[in-house]
């Protein structure tokens, strides 16, 4: 069972709104991630950190900030939600040694957001 | 460029039938495969993870293989359930840097009527 969750589940907001994702981890993994997922489509890859104070962004752009101050806690943040962010947002983490390694990755629930 | 495809789009069987999703990639330097299910609404969950070296891995009724000669990986569900019906996802990662970067492809929603 992986111990990663993210908070809001579903979330309906205004456009203009600003909005801030939360993911935590529970099992001391220093990578970690957020992806982008609309329906029927694959996942890609916005932002990732390595551990604390890293962030880098991913493959696609996106217009939203992260931030590693606790090597628990990865916050992903909107200044100014607009429709076209409407999409599910997945964290996920693993132990440092990467995906070449062989090591899991551990996926939260999602956070569904929708911009009106 | 680095592709990871697979087929169906998409799949209707019954209860207690078998079934086989494909994943062809195209990714280079190999690393592993992994197929990971994606109930709706929820995160995806790993089911299996495949090395070069590997051919067939099994994990309960999930049996993935690999032939990484062709580029090919298959994942069989054995007498399915209604609570397979799931998005299942196949990701290739390459060992072009240590940290390995993954490539995902669309995935197969599987529906298993009763």
């Known amino acids: 069972e992986a111990d990663i969750y993210q908070t809001p589940r579903y979330l309906v907001i205004g456009t203009g709104k600003k909005i801030t994702l939360e993911c935590s981890q529970t099992?001391?993994?220093?990578?970690m991630y957020w992806y982008q997922q609309d329906p029927g489509m694959e996942l890609h890859l916005i932002h990732y950190?390595?551990?604390?104070?890293?962030?880098e962004k991913g493959d696609l752009s996106s217009e939203s900030t992260v931030s590693r101050i606790r090597t628990e806690h990865f916050p992903l943040t909107l200044e100014s939600a607009r429709p076209s962010h409407t999409s599910q947002y997945l964290c996920a983490s693993e132990a440092l040694g990467g995906a070449g390694t062989g090591n899991t990755i551990y996926f939260g629930e999602g956070s569904w957001l929708t911009v009106v | 460029k680095n592709q990871v495809e697979q087929s169906p789009q998409s799949l209707i069987i019954l209860e207690g039938k078998n079934c086989t999703l494909q994943c062809n990639y195209t990714v280079s330097p190999f690393s592993n495969l992994r197929w990971y299910k994606q109930d709706t609404g929820r995160g995806p969950v790993s089911l299996t993870i495949?090395?070069?070296?590997?051919n067939t891995k099994s994990n309960g009724r999930y049996t993935a293989t690999l032939d990484a000669d062709t580029k090919q990986s298959s994942l069989h569900i054995t007498a399915s359930q209604l609570s397979d019906s799931a998005s299942y996802i196949c990701?290739?990662?390459?060992?072009?840097?240590?940290?390995?970067?993954?490539?995902f492809g669309r995935g197969t929603q599987l529906t298993v009527w009763p």
């Open positions: 495949m090395t070069f070296s590997e």
């Open positions: 099992m001391g993994h220093d990578k």
């Open positions: 990701v290739v990662i390459d060992r072009g840097s240590t940290l390995g970067r993954l490539y």
């Open positions: 950190s390595y551990g604390v104070n890293s962030t």
